[in-house]
């Protein structure tokens, strides 16, 4: 095949998109097959210089040639087998000879024409591929630039719609991937959780058994305890009867005797002169004591009757009726009573100066505040809810009801013994932040449940200014370590004279803190004890 590169074929002979070759396979076997039967006729030719051919019917044929007519004259018919064999013998040798050097000469042509038709092949195929580059490089000239410009803008768009499938794919692997391991988890938690329910369901039953026996074992303690205390009740009752009995009759076997003996020395047989007698003389004493000539003179013995309360009254002991009912009811249910749970109407009292409360309880103190929030005993000045067990929810509303009813003179505040929890402090922090208690003096925390919560809690209130106005704070018995006592100590140290400088005693004795830590905190602070 003639290739022309430059050749100016026809528009529609071929297509610019199409890059298959068109090579005719054919005629390059007809040209390779002719090439070579040419390169073996000349081969043949260079082996007999006579211009004899070696073509099968001059070479080694018995018919013609010139060795072939002397076999034929000089030898008969019947030696003609013996000496065949005798000179074909060397011919054989010969011709194994002659075939073994055409052969290696024929390989050596052959191997010269495949290469040289290699390189043909080779530079004919070069140019046709830049034939074939010439002709798209052309085509895609002759091509409108705006059909290029689309041409590369959808293929921009196919490799991006094709980015995005494929990140959209790997979103949505990585999001099983996320499910299956997030299910995973669940269904070990799951496992974990029954696992732990069991153990704990487990356990419940066992700690539920050890204390049925517990409260079994209680209970028979109880009533043997129960039997016992009521049986010396009935004992002490019986022998308290038999020594009333014993008196009484003592008493009775004396008074027998007086009578006796009063009779043998004034001589009063008769019963009615005697107590005629008496009845005279005890007119006689009535008579002296009431125009003052006798005092004390068989009188009777008076009982000491309480001070009658008035208006004006400056102390006030506050306790909760018996009979008062706590239990909610309608307003046109309610009598004055139920209204007033304390034995004195603390609305008459206003001059009150200082209030104390005997065991009222939590429900006592939140009765406490409404009465401070209707605006009685506004003008208090010393607070004592010592033992009263009005808990944190209790001193919370006492401080409420303490700003609400406007409580301003209050100088010296109790709450010594309530089993108070850091969460007071809250409250208190509260009223003491918003001015409740801008006059108070003295605080009593004694004997509640502060801990070291609550310490830091308290040098935390100091830190802040809110303890600008207290001179004394108790805080003996409530629990607190080491580590709430070195809070308050350093902080007592390094901020007393300016955030607390009116505060001149604060007792820490008698809580938690160890004789090792009291030694490393001293010297102590002015007026901290510890």
Known sequence: MIVVPFQRLPRKSYDPREDIPRVDIEYLQDYESETYSSSNESERSFMFSDGSSDSEESYGSPQTGEYSSFIS????????????????????????????????????????????????????RKSY???????????????????????????????????????????????????AKRLRKVQKTLVIRNNASFVKDHKFE????VRKKEMDRLEFNVLYFQKWALENFHRHNEEAEAKRIEDIAAENKRLKQLQARKKEEFGLDDESKLQADIAETQSLHRMARKHGTRVGVNAICHQVIPEPLVETTRKLFLRLRDDVDFSWKP?????????????????????????????????GCLALSAEFVRGSCSNVVELD????????RGFGRLLHGLRIGRVMNLRTLKVRGNALCPSALDFLRVALGNGSLPNLRTLDLRENELGDIGADK???????????????????????GNKGVKKLVNMLRAIKDVHCPKLSNINIEENLATAAVKRDLRPLPPGVSL
């Open 206 to 209: 066992h700690e539920k058994v």
């Open 385 to 392: 809810m010592s033992r009263c067990q009005i808990h944190s």
């Open 458 to 480: 308290i040098s935390h209130m100091m830190m802040d200014d809110l303890f600008i106005s207290i001179s004394v704070l108790y805080l003996q018995r409530n629990g607190i």
């Open 129 to 179: 591929v830049r034939f074939q580059n010439w002709r798209k490089r052309k085509a895609e000239e002759r091509r409108h630039f705006m059909i290029r410009m689309y041409e590369a803008k959808a293929e921009d768009e196919y490799h991006r719609a094709r980015e995005e499938i494929l990140n959209k794919i790997r979103e949505d692997e990585m999001l099983v991937l996320k499910t």
């Open 73 to 124: 004259e000089n030898m008969s018919a019947d030696s003609y087998d013996e000496e065949a064999d005798i000179v074909e013998e060397p011919m054989n040798e010969s011709s194994k000879i002659t075939g073994s050097v055409h052969s290696v000469r024929s390989q050596k042509r052959k191997k010269h024409g495949f290469l040289k038709r290699l390189k043909m092949f080779i530079r004919r």
């Open 331 to 363: 307003k046109h249910m309610r009598t004055r009573d139920q209204l007033m749970p304390f034995t004195v109407d603390l609305r008459s009292y206003r001059d009150v100066e200082t209030l104390v409360a005997v065991n009222i309880g939590e429900i």
